[in-house]
């Protein structure tokens, strides 16, 4: 399927499994076959706001 328009949940776990620093040969390459990088990188900066937003969250319920 080359060149195929990424779907959201493929996105999601791309940029999940980036985050965790796991991810299979076959889901790597669905990655590469898709037309644009728009949609991962959107997600990826929404995945790491929101993960800045908990660590921030989470050290404010701890000290305070």
Do not use: C
Not at 9 to 37: C, H, P, Y
């Amino acid at each position: 399927m080359p060149h195929s328009k990424a779907r959201t949940w493929q996105v999601i776990k791309a940029v999940l499994g980036a985050f965790a620093g796991v991810q299979s040969e076959q889901q790597r390459q669905m990655d590469f076959q898709t037309n644009s990088i728009v949609p991962y990188v959107i997600a990826g900066i929404i995945a790491a706001l929101l993960f800045v937003a908990a660590l921030l969250l989470t050290v404010s319920l701890v000290l305070g």
